[in-house]
């Protein structure tokens, strides 16, 4: 899979979730915390994890209020500053349930299988072959009552998140990428009802490592 000597390269692409938010304080955590850092030590030095977050990024849409968040457009550019790229790590869909992109779980699906066929696709640049695959389905979203992010989901967006996991599988296995429903290992906070906790951090990294090394053997 990769060069004699390198280490297997792990590019953890995603919004939010991957860059390490830490809810209610609107800071990161930190490298001994986010589970970015903690894959890292799980794999080991036979690998190499790179981490692709930012905070707001959608699938394929474009942000009309924040702008510059369309994940198909930042990952054409994350394959060239990258390459060669043995393993795609895709997290995305939280974003696209707010309220104001008004998608459902099944439109979500279809942005989605765009990005994994521009990721399967090797590109024309010197070392830009495709990567193999791991897409993971965010968790369903939490009661927003009492969360600061209120007015940007709405009843739809949990109902819609709920169903995430059962479309992210069927497009996963239609193009041949592995999958992971992030829901069967962590749950959002209470403080917010979007991103993690503190202890969701470690077993993510764990359950995110075992699939990576299935890949590379595939």
Known sequence: MQKTGDPTSVVCFGDSLTWGFK??????YGHDQRWTRLLQRELGDAFYVLEEGVNGRTTVFEDPVRGDKNGLAHLATVRKSHMPIDILV???GTND????FNMSAGAIGYAVARLLDYARTPTDDP????????????PPL?????????SMYCEKSVVESRKLADVYAEIAEQYGAAFLDAGSVVSVSDVDSVHWDAEMQAPFAKA???EV???VTT
């Open 23 to 28: 809810p209610g304080e609107r800071t990161r």
């Open 90 to 92: 895709l997290m995305l």
């Open 97 to 100: 349930l707010q309220s104001r």
């Open 127 to 138: 070392e830009g072959k495709a990567p193999n695959i791991l897409l993971i389905s965010p």
């Open 142 to 150: 939490g009661d927003f009552a009492a969360s600061p992010l209120e």
């Open 208 to 210: 995110v490592a075992d």
């Open 213 to 215: 090394r299935k890949l």
